[in-house]
């Protein structure tokens, strides 16, 4: 597979990534843990070497699974996890960038990782109870020690990017990005641009909606996040079918899937972008590989653009409550 380098910070991974969270946490049932050994060796086997956990996941068993799973694999992938959660008793109660927070969560990663290096550490979520510069600062500490290589956010505003790639620069911002999902766009990418920071684009298929395999009838169980979403609602999943029809005319052209015409859109959007679409199947593995071979001209481009432009989608990411607990 081709790499592609996150900015100018010279780190440099697989043009599509592997997001592990649904293999242990939001997604249930789970499949079974050897199932998914099995699932992270291959994708590395098929190209892959970029993949995505953090502390809050499970908490904890998804660091475990990655870090076994891995382990024998290790100078040939990448590992990013994620910070920024007071965890407590197994459940996350907010979150918590406090630094010896932080020194703890990354103690922690390490640990369940197998590793004595984390590729890529993310601050989770912002903390509006601890100034970004202290977050950046105790990165940096960090990278000194040995501890960390390369500093990440997820789903940071502008403002605080810019400030915490003053104290320590920041390699890839990681925010949700697809085709129903464009808010960043406006402001975020182009301050990435100018920053030289890439951006690890997650839930590029729209938590599975994009894939063309979730209709009306779909019932989802209460374990599962998407019962509790606003944009898969019954009357959502309706209403924003023209999107997935938009995506299906490209598809037959293409010979693709929905799903791979849906990551070859993000990989064309720019060349420090990487999506990290997560899955438990080696089906869709290989699926979303595919993609990867599969290039949008200018005029297509124009005209999922155009079409796009007509279409409204309906229902929110999260709901507040989602929004402010959790790490999705």
């Known amino acids: 597979m081709q790499k592609r380098k996150l900015g100018k910070s010279g780190l440099e991974v697989s043009a599509l990534g592997l997001g592990c969270m649904g293999m242990t946490f939001s997604y249930a049932p789970f499949p079974e843990k050897r199932d998914m050994i099995v699932l992270l060796r291959k994708a590395v086997e098929q190209g892959v070497n970029f993949f995505d956990t953090a502390e809050v996941y499970g908490p904890y068993n998804n660091e475990e699974l990655v870090g076994e ?9 990448v590992i990013a996890t994620k910070f920024g959660f007071n965890i407590q008793n197994g459940k996350s109660l907010g979150v918590n960038s406090q630094p010896e927070n932080i020194r703890r969560a990354v103690e922690g990663s390490l640990k369940r990782l197998r590793v004595d290096v984390i590729d890529l550490l993310y601050q989770h979520r912002v903390d509006p109870n601890v100034r970004i510069e202290d977050v950046a600062s105790t990165v940096k500490d960090l990278i000194k020690e040995g501890k960390v290589k390369y500093f990440g956010l997820s789903e940071a505003g502008v403002d605080t990017i810019r400030k915490a790639h003053a104290v320590q620069p920041v390699s890839a911002l990681q925010s949700e990005y697809s085709l129903w999902t464009r808010q960043h766009e406006k402001e975020i990418i182009p301050a990435i641009e100018e920053l030289g920071i890439g951006l690890v684009a997650f839930s590029p298929l729209g938590k599975g909606y994009l894939t063309g395999k979730i209709d009306e009838t779909r019932k989802f169980e209460d374990v599962d996040l998407r019962s509790k979403l606003p944009r898969f609602t019954e009357e959502a999943r309706v209403a924003n079918k023209s999107l997935l029809d938009l995506l299906e005319q490209f598809a037959q052209r293409k010979k693709a899937t929905t799903a791979q ?18 899955t438990t199947k080696l089906h869709r593995l290989e699926e979303n590989i595919g993609a990867a071979a599969i290039q949008l001209t200018k005029e297509e481009l124009k005209e999922i653009e155009s079409a796009s432009e007509q279409i409204k989608i309906m229902g929110t990411r999260y709901t507040e409550a989602l929004e402010k607990t959790t790490g999705l």
Do not use: S
């Not at 799973?69 to 992938?77: G, M, Q």
């Not at 015409?261 to 997560?278: D, F, S, Y």
């Open 69 to 77: 799973a891995l382990e024998p694999l290790r100078k040939e992938v």
């Open 261 to 278: 015409v849906a990551l070859a859109w993000v990989l064309a959007q720019k060349p420090w972008i990487v999506p990290i679409p997560g």
